[in-house]
């Protein structure tokens, strides 16, 4: 058993603290938690000393592209149409599944140094993920993303239902998901495929929606609905569907949201990088969508830091209504493990994000000793608009020890590094005529 001793549980609904605790963990899970001094270790438990520290739930990424860590920096300063059709979808033409591991590698040490236990992510050779985040530690659900038509599309879609049947139920920490790109890349035939495959098998789904106002404008156009509308008629916007964005989502679609059971991954960074800025998170609290915080790629958003995508949220939702009441520190730091229910992750009368007996033990201590959270008059003040990476000591997922007094323990970075450098080299040097899809 592993006890952590003698720290303080914050409670980021009433904000409150439960000072001098101490938690117990067995088999993966939260076994008690007591006063301070009420775990009395044997000569075999392990004991964390949580004391001026704060234990919080694991953070969860809601939607991330984990392998474009390899992309980091490569398409600045462009609106969305030029990143993704003159630099991203050319450069990533030339991944290869050796590319993937090492990319959610890099991304999985990334988040895990910063706090985050979980991840949704969305990409390509999910194979090779699920094996860069078996490797590290991490919790994660994994869609292989594919196109509804265009050079390959057959063949991804094949490999990606090769690998829901052989890496399905292969670890209880790692599960998959079916992964349609977007209803702007995938017809309705295709979407009601998906959406019958995901009724038939029991799977969740993960898409791409209304990320940009020319998306709403464009599907009505060429289908006279909205993009919501036509996961609504094709049958993807159903419980269990992770919505990457829905960022321009009309009050109306919002509504349908909310009646249909899907959730919505907010990524604040990217919308702001692409200059867009629009009120959706206020008006999705209000109508109590579920919801979490999502990091996007790390070549749009630079870092899977989720302090910094709350951070965002928050300064984004006050910004955009122009009232200073919005992006409360009760409505926004509960978004940090919000993604856990997107994800699947919740257990009856405990959702995860939750410390409490039965939970899982995916958990983090959090050290506020640094400048930036110093005087200490409010935690939750200080977490939210103070905290990073610095302020993460000991990080555990599924009752294991992954990070322990802010050091990697599942891998070696060094020699990864070396070769990510060597990869993004020859990523960068990609000089196809077109881009594999377009925008």
């Given at each position: 058993m592993i006890i952590i001793h003698d720290t303080a549980i914050p409670d980021f609904t009433s904000l409150t603290l439960r000072e001098h605790q101490d938690v117990t963990i067995d088999e993966g899970k939260v076994k008690a938690i007591g006063i301070a001094g009420s775990a009395v270790p044997s000569q075999h438990d392990q004991v964390i000393s949580g004391r001026d520290r704060f234990l919080?739930?694991?953070?969860?990424?809601?939607?991330?592209?984990?392998?474009?860590?390899?992309?980091?920096?490569?398409?600045?300063?462009?609106?969305?149409?030029?990143?993704?059709n003159k630099r991203i979808w050319i450069y990533e033409q030339s991944l290869t599944p050796r590319d993937v591991y090492v990319g959610s590698l890099i991304g999985a040490a990334e988040m895990l140094l910063n706090g985050v236990t979980c991840v949704a992510d969305h990409y390509f050779d999910m194979d090779q993920a699920w094996a860069a985040f078996d490797q590290t530690g991490i919790r994660a659900d994994l869609s292989w993303a594919v196109f509804g038509g265009g050079p390959g599309a057959e063949e991804a879609l094949a490999a990606a239902e090769d690998f829901i049947w052989n890496y399905r139920g292969r670890s209880p920490r790692i599960t998959v998901s079916l992964g349609p790109h977007s209803p702007y890349l995938c017809s309705d035939e295709f979407l009601r495929k998906m959406a019958d495959a995901a009724q038939k098998q029991d799977l969740k789904l993960h898409i791409h929606v209304a990320e940009d106002e020319r998306q709403m404008i464009l599907s009505r156009e060429n289908r006279g609905k909205s993009p919501l509308d036509v996961l609504a008629d094709t049958g993807i916007l159903r419980p269990g569907t992770i919505l990457a964005h829905a960022y321009w989502a009309e009050d109306r679609d919002l509504d349908t949201i909310a009646r249909s059971g899907a959730g919505v991954a907010h990524c604040p960074k990217t919308y702001m990088r692409f200059g867009d800025f629009h009120d959706f998170l206020p008006r999705a609290l209000e109508r109590g969508i579920p919801l979490g915080l999502g990091s996007d790629g790390p070549a749009s958003n630079s870092n899977?830091?989720?302090?910094?995508?709350?951070?965002?949220?928050?300064?984004?939702?006050?910004?955009?209504?122009?009232?200073?009441?919005?992006?409360r520190l009760d409505q926004i730091l509960p978004l940090l493990f919000g993604g856990g229910s997107l994800a699947g992750l919740n257990q009856p009368g405990l959702p995860y994000g939750t410390i409490a007996p039965g939970a899982l033990a995916d958990l983090v201590l959090?050290?506020?000793?640094?400048?930036?959270m110093l005087p200490g008059n409010s935690f939750f003040a200080d977490l939210l608009y103070g905290a990073d990476g610095r302020n993460v000591d000991t990080v555990l997922v599924d009752g294991k020890v992954v990070v322990r007094e802010g050091r990697l323990t599942t891998m070696d970075f060094e020699e990864l590094a070396?070769?990510?450098?060597?990869i993004a080299a020859r990523l960068v040097s990609t000089r196809a005529d077109k881009p594999m899809q377009t925008y």
């Open positions: 919080i739930p694991g953070m969860v990424n809601s939607h991330a592209h984990t392998a474009m860590t390899l992309l980091r920096g490569t398409a600045e300063d462009l609106n969305a149409v030029d990143w993704f899977m830091n989720l302090l910094e995508a709350a951070r965002l949220a928050a300064l984004l939702s006050k910004g955009t209504t122009g009232r200073a009441e919005e992006g959090i050290k506020p000793g640094t400048p930036e070396r070769e990510a450098r060597e």
